[in-house]
């Protein structure tokens, strides 16, 4: 079992940068991949971001390529998402997600409760 915490979810200006950390307790975080999904209203949840469990694979949305930077340290049992350049359709509730290898779609055992980043034009 993980527990993941969410946080650093703001109100930010487009063109700001901001970092998401998902913190995990539990057993073995370092053998779960952790993926970042978000949500807004109307609209389905949304893939951002992935890291396998060594941190040498990464995936991402095409949405973010160039601006999110996904990382990990296993040794403090936390994930991190390194948003920048945001923009206003970067909106909603982002939350990490951990399971065993790495996956685009929100097929993950265990979720963040999220965490709310909203960004003004």
């Known amino acids: 079992q993980v527990q993941l915490v969410d946080s650093g979810g703001r109100l930010v200006q487009a063109g700001d940068s901001l970092r998401l950390s998902c913190t995990a307790s539990g057993r073995n975080f370092g053998a779960y991949a952790v993926g970042w999904f978000r949500q807004s209203p109307g609209k389905d949840r949304e893939f951002v971001a992935a890291i396998s469990w060594s941190g040498a694979i990464t995936s991402f949305a095409d949405s973010v390529k160039g601006r999110f930077a996904i990382s990990r340290d296993n040794a403090k049992n936390t994930a991190y998402l390194q948003m920048n350049n945001l923009k206003p359709d970067d909106t909603g509730v982002y939350s990490c997600?951990?399971?065993?290898?790495?996956?685009?779609?929100?097929?993950?055992?265990?979720w963040g409760q999220g965490t709310q980043v909203t960004v003004s034009s």
């Open positions: 997600a951990a399971r065993f290898g790495i996956e685009k779609v929100p097929t993950y055992d265990y």
